[in-house]
């Protein structure tokens, strides 16, 4: 059942014969054992007959996707490698897949990056995910997933106890406050699950995170961009990075179908867009590439009459990567002017680079290592198996 929505989790009431003048009442009741209290098990339903706290455990579970591993960063992010089924109602052994998310904890919040997609059809040049290629859109049942098993660990629900071994925010406030769709894939190829699992999220008797602390974040698949503000109502966050579409031709491939003019025209039609709920614009410093005054200055020009904020980015390196970080000092340059112009540009701290849990670094190892095994398996006796 976790995961479920409301009209999901009235129907599987249905199919355990609960009569449909109780469907309401009971439905609200599971919401805030589930995603209020955090509950793994039925029994500990107390305002749930005991009947059908039996027949709903005969049933369905509120068993979490597995944790394959947890990595803690010495700045106190965490990063966690989790195992899925294969999203369908009867799950078939051996179609589980595994993707990554990361908490990153700060000293007043605490932010949650989710992923929407085992692995990533783009092809962004600068990020280790787009290195995997695509193998399937998470369902919103996945996505609740992930922020309900990060509350389980961070001690989030009542009567846990939060995590000695990291960061965490203080007593009294939530771990998880925030989340930003950053993980693997991209959100807007997965609008449907994502709006669905928004619901889920921001719903003020479960989970209760404010869609104003919610960001999804799109390398530009403009069609969506309007319904995702109409439908989901999320913050938008835009994975900008080059300010002509030649570079950005390169840096972001989908910048060939959807250029930044036609980009920057969804933004500013953006529904809800303000100056108290500005769109951010993500763009990661790479050393000699895109870093100069004078993209600095085209980036401030571009952006003229969108509510706007400059997330500037050091380039966060993985193996194999072809590109360098920005030098401070240029990084620097770069926020001034931008700064200058009347838009905030703070820069990210990078966060989990050690653990390569920090932004553009999130890869699980999952078909590497299975591909690797299956050349060692393959190889003839005698022959020697791959490094």
């Not at 709903?56 to 990063?79: C, F, H, M, N, W």
């Not at 840096?251 to 959807?258: A, Q, T």
Request: glycine share 8%; net charge positive; aromatic share 6%.
């Amino acid at each position: 059942m976790l995961g479920l929505s409301r009209g999901e989790l009235a129907e599987a009431l249905r199919a355990v014969e609960v009569p449909d003048r109780e469907i309401r009442m009971r439905v609200s009741q599971l919401w805030q054992w589930i995603y209020g209290h955090g509950l793994t098990q039925f029994d500990g339903m107390l305002n749930v007959a005991k009947p059908l706290r039996g027949r709903l455990a005969e049933r369905y579970s509120l068993a979490r996707p597995t944790i394959v591993s947890e990595q803690v960063s010495i700045d106190g992010t965490r990063k966690w490698l989790i195992r899925l089924d294969d999203g369908s109602a009867r799950p078939v052994p051996g179609r589980s897949v595994e993707v990554e998310m990361v908490y990153i904890p700060e000293s007043d919040r605490g932010t949650l990056c989710v992923s929407s997609q085992v692995g990533c059809t783009l092809t962004c040049s600068f990020c280790h995910t787009g290195t995997q290629k695509l193998v399937r859109n998470l369902t919103a049942r996945e996505i609740v997933a992930q922020l309900v098993v990060a509350r389980d660990r961070l001690g989030d629900f009542p009567g846990l106890t939060p995590p000695t071994d990291g960061l965490v925010p203080p007593p009294g406030t939530r771990a998880v406050s925030n989340i930003v769709f950053m993980g693997m894939g991209e959100p807007l190829y997965n609008l449907d699950a994502v709006r669905d699992a928004v619901a889920t999220m921001s719903d003020g008797d479960g989970l209760s995170v404010s869609r104003r602390r919610i960001t999804v974040s799109t390398s530009g698949v403009v069609p969506q961009i309007d319904p995702l503000g109409r439908d989901v109502s999320t913050m938008l966050a835009i994975s900008l990075h080059a300010v002509r579409d030649d570079l950005r031709d390169e840096l972001v491939p989908l910048n060939k179908k959807y250029p930044i003019a036609m980009l920057l025209e969804a933004c500013r039609a953006y529904p809800g867009a303000s100056n108290a709920r500005r769109v951010t614009f993500e763009y990661v410093m790479l050393k000699g590439v895109n870093d100069s005054p004078g993209d600095a200055r085209e980036l401030v020009r571009l952006l003229k009459g969108i509510p706007a904020k400059i997330n500037l980015i050091p380039f966060n390196p993985w193996p194999g990567s072809r590109y360098a970080c920005s030098d401070w000092a240029t990084i620097e340059a770069f926020s001034d002017i931008v700064f200058n112009a009347g838009y905030a540009s703070p820069v990210r701290t990078p966060r989990g680079r050690d653990i390569l849990a920090a932004c553009g670094q999130l890869k699980s190892e999952t078909e590497k290592l299975r591909a690797r095994a299956r050349l060692m398996t393959d190889a003839a006796p005698g022959e020697p198996t791959p490094a």
